[in-house]
Structures are given as structure tokens and as C-alpha cells.
């Protein structure tokens, strides 16, 4: 099938996309990497008549770690490839559970075209960015001709490829807080083919004291509900010595608190399952992660 017809526009900056989207609302479409919505064209799931290209808008194309009140921010722009902030070494070495993520959004040629804002923006409750996005605490910028705002990466996805941002509205940036302090993160999961969305996804994200105790742990799951599902694994983990943390405690508190549908690829006995076991190797990645990086920083 091919889609059905639309009015194609290529503006030249973020003024001219919020004035179009201004103009057309709900009949228009946002088109960066394409890798989500030119299926959605094609099997004609998506029809909109209008579609507003951002891929030429200089200001989108930005990825960079920056300094803030809190800390630092990894920034992502509507039009940044999967790809470019994968490989991009200040971004790795500052957070990470980007990489280790996104080396598993599909596969390499998907991640060459497709952007990181725009897999937010779709909102596939098997997609790995919103996922991470909400385990982080961080947030996504949107633009319209009446001023900019921040949204919460706890209010942003709404349910299944929904979000909270309106027709006349353009997502052009998402922020990724670095956790400050010692961390370890990793992410692991399950799917039927490799490039294949997740059976189950689970990312966990620790925060290690000069003790070497954990004094918080969290994981994002995906392909679980609706929306991502963080979870606070901290009381379940214990106060031991990070590398002795009890991470079937962990699996067992997500086991209980995922509720995940029967469909075509798995039951949801068996999602939660694997929720448990992913959940528990990815903390005792996050753990060997942990120790690799004060390692790291010990030799310097």
C-alpha cells in the first residue's frame, strides 16, 4: 500500500514548523526520521493531510551535555539520529544508559534515519527512549506560537503511542538528566528476533554511596502496559554492600507490581515472568557497571 494523499511542507525553522502546525493542528503530522511514521502512511493506519518535514532545521539537529543548576543534562534535538547520539563520546561518558539502550533500538540502518525525539514522540509502549526518558525523571520541550513548555517525562506519555503534547504543538528537544554521584546502569531484554521490539525490556538504574551501599535503585519496563513502568527497587535491594545487593528481592517486587496483557507474542504470565528475570540481570549489570566506572576513575 502506499499513503494517502497529503500536502508536503519543508520549513526552514522552528517558527515556520509551529506555524504550520499552528495553521493545519490535527490535520498534520510531524516527519523527522520517518522510521515510525511512513509505516503508519503506508498501511494508511495514519492519514494525515498535511505533513511537515523538520529534517532541514539546523536548530533541531543538536545533540550535547550541558551544565545546569542541578548538575548536568544530556540534550537531544527533534532532528539527531539515533545513531549520532549513540556514538557521540561526551554523551557515552556521561550517561551511559543512553548507549546501552539505544543499541537496541532495531537495527543499525533504522537507527542511521530514525531520531531519538521522534521514537518519544511515537510513543510505543515497546520503545526503549520513553522508557529511559522516564527513568532518568527527565523531560521534552514543546513549541507552539504561543510560547514553550516543559513537559515531564511522568506526564508526557499518556497511554499507547499517545502523549500529552497538542496538535499545534512541536517536541524540539528532549533532556536526560546525568544522576550525579557514582551510578551503574544497564539494560536488557527479550525479543523474538534481534531488531525486534522487546517480549519485555528492563532497564535499572543505581546510585551508589561512598559507603559502597546503594542508596537508590529504579527500573523502567517495557512492554508491560500502556506506558513505561518505573519501579523504586531500593527498600527491596537492601542496605548490603552494592555487590551484594538481593536482587530477587527486586525481581519479585516487579513481578508483583507489572500487570501486562495476554497478545500475539506472549502471554502475560509469561511477560511478567521475564520481568522478573530481566529485572534482576539488569541490576547485576548495573551493579558490574558500577564497578567497572570506580575502576575506571581510580586509575585516572
Not at 537531544?76 to 563520546?89: L, Y
Not at 546510585?207 to 518505573?230: E, F, H, K, T, W
Amino acid at each position: 500500500m502506499k499513503p494517502s494523499g497529503f500536502a508536503y511542507h519543508r520549513p526552514g525553522t522552528v517558527a515556520d514548523a509551529v506555524a504550520l502546525l499552528g495553521e493545519h493542528g490535527p490535520e498534520a503530522k510531524v516527519l523527522a526520521g520517518g522510521q515510525s511514521l511512513v509505516p503508519l502512511l503506508n498501511m494508511r493506519l495514519a492519514a494525515p493531510a498535511h505533513l511537515v518535514d523538520v529534517n532541514r532545521i539546523d536548530e533541531l539537529d543538536v545533540v550535547r551535555v550541558a551544565s545546569v543548576d542541578a548538575g548536568q543534562v544530556v540534550r537531544v534535538g527533534a532532528a539527531a539520529r539515533h545513531s549520532r547520539v549513540e556514538h557521540d563520546p561526551l554523551v557515552h561518558a556521561a550517561l551511559p544508559l543512553l548507549r546501552q539502550a539505544l543499541v537496541l533500538v532495531a537495527h543499525p540502518t533504522i537507527r542511521h534515519r530514525g531520531t531519538t525525539v521522534g521514537s518519544l514522540a511515537h510513543a510505543d509502549p515497546a520503545g526503549e527512549m520513553p522508557a529511559v526518558l522516564a527513568l532518568l525523571g527527565g523531560s521534552v520541550t514543546v513549541r507552539s506560537q504561543h510560547g514553550q513548555r516543559e513537559i515531564r517525562a511522568a506526564d508526557f506519555v499518556t497511554g499507547p503511542m499517545t502523549t500529552s503534547v497538542r496538535a499545534d504543538e512541536l517536541v524540539t528537544e528532549a533532556s536526560f538528566p546525568v544522576p550525579p554521584g557514582r551510578t551503574g546502569s544497564a539494560w536488557v531484554e527479550v525479543a523474538r528476533r534481534a531488531g525486534d521490539y522487546a517480549v519485555c525490556g528492563v532497564g535499572v538504574l543505581i546510585a551508589v554511596d561512598d559507603d559502597d551501599r546503594i542508596r537508590q535503585a529504579r527500573a523502567a519496563l517495557v512492554s508491560m502496559g500502556p506506558v513505561p513502568v518505573v519501579v523504586d527497587l531500593t527498600d527491596a535491594v537492601g542496605a548490603a554492600p552494592f555487590d551484594q545487593a538481593d536482587w530477587a528481592a527486586a525481581a519479585r517486587l516487579v513481578t508483583a507490581r507489572v500487570e501486562p496483557d495476554d497478545d500475539i507474542h506472549a502471554t502475560a504470565a509469561y511477560r511478567r515472568q521475564l520481568a522478573g528475570v530481566l529485572t534482576a540481570r539488569a541490576g547485576r549489570g548495573a551493579v558490574d557497571h558500577a564497578a567497572t566506572r570506580a575502576e575506571a576513575r581510580a586509575r585516572r
